[in-house]
């Protein structure tokens, strides 16, 4: 297994390629602007080729006691894609909101380096993640609900892996999992106390596979008194490392492969100490297909129970928030 080392001080070096790792923090610079894509048989493609292949997103998660608050804000090069959505668990029901609009509407614009600020905004909705220093700031407006929040990064080891992926691809991740946050938080109308909320950010970019599939578990929850979040998945990031970590009270540990099988409305999650199961209530799903670009998104909100052991210590889930995502798409 690879050894967590300091970060290099560019993503992209002065040749234009990605450099691979497992990094303690982000790099300060991801020098984008130098991108070169790799032709698999020899060469580069044009520059102006280079919107066509390259993703960035960030998605931001929370988990309350009445609800699992999510959005995402996805630049695909030629079209942007933003969602927000509210689960309320006592209900069991989703409701979202999409939006879709192409590059030169300007309405979205992501931060270009790790400390920068993220930014969509349209005519009656408003969305910020600023992480220029800690606290980030989370700003949302959304209809019928409204978020003003800080999201502290105290003591929080973020997971930041560089990989391969496919013949001349590859992604670059970093993921933080229940962080604690503080604010004020308005759905329908009603302010709901924040005490006990926990977000959890996954930032993902780079030139990845033409066909890609995922399956993604998220969750974020105190567990005896402690704060104990997980990443796990299966698909894009496996070349010779994986992106399954556990999170708790911000201290990193990480976990092996794991297999995830859907059943259903839920799924089942196993590994070396792993054995999770996972049923939905809801979910939050697009679909679109035309040949040339094809998506199948399904990401549903439920609960988990079972036992994760980490560092011979077994934690166990009964009931517990969070998401599973099941992702096919052709870009």
């Not at 970060?7 to 990605?18: E, K, Y």
């Not at 995402?72 to 933003?82: E, Q, T, W």
């Not at 509407?105 to 909705?125: F, K, P, T």
């Not at 100490?273 to 679909?287: A, K």
């Amino acid at each position: 297994m690879w050894q967590r080392r300091p970060p290099p001080p560019r993503l992209i070096d002065a040749a234009g390629r990605p450099q691979y790792g497992w990094w303690q923090d982000e790099p300060a610079d991801y020098a984008l602007q130098d991108l070169r894509l790799a032709r698999p048989m020899g060469g580069h493609w044009p520059n102006f080729l280079r919107p066509l292949r390259f993703k960035h997103w960030h998605f931001i998660s929370l988990a309350h006691r009445q609800a699992i608050i999510a959005m995402a804000l996805v630049d695909l090069g030629y079209a942007h894609h933003v969602f927000v959505y509210v689960h309320d668990r006592q209900r069991g029901q989703t409701q979202a909101l999409t939006r879709r609009t192409l590059p030169w509407s300007r309405r979205l614009r992501l931060a270009r380096q790790a400390q920068g600020v993220s930014r969509y905004g349209g005519r009656a909705e408003f969305i910020e993640l600023d992480t220029t220093m800690p606290p980030w700031q989370l700003h949302l407006d959304w209809p019928q609900l409204q978020l003003h929040a800080q999201l502290q990064l105290t003591a929080m080891e973020p997971l930041v892996l560089c990989l391969p992926a496919g013949v001349t691809g590859w992604t670059y991740t970093v993921k933080r999992a229940a962080m604690q946050v503080a604010g004020e938080l308005t759905w329908r109308g009603q302010r709901l106390d924040s005490d006990g909320l926990l977000a959890s950010h996954d930032l993902s970019l780079g030139v990845m596979r033409r066909q890609t599939q995922w399956q993604w578990c998220s969750l974020a929850t105190w567990s005896g008194g402690h704060r104990f979040g997980l990443n796990l998945a299966l698909g894009v990031n496996e070349s010779g490392q994986n992106e399954n970590a556990a999170w708790i009270d911000g201290r990193l540990h990480k976990l092996p492969a794991v297999w995830i099988a859907g059943q259903g409305e839920g799924c089942r999650v196993a590994g070396d100490g792993i054995d999770l199961r996972f049923q939905g209530q809801d979910r939050h799903e697009e679909f679109l297909h035309t040949g040339v670009i094809d998506s199948r998104f399904r990401q549903w909100q439920g609960e988990y129970a079972g036992e994760v052991v980490i560092a011979g210590q077994t934690w166990r889930l009964h009931n517990d928030p969070g998401l599973w995502e099941d992702h096919y798409v052709k870009w």
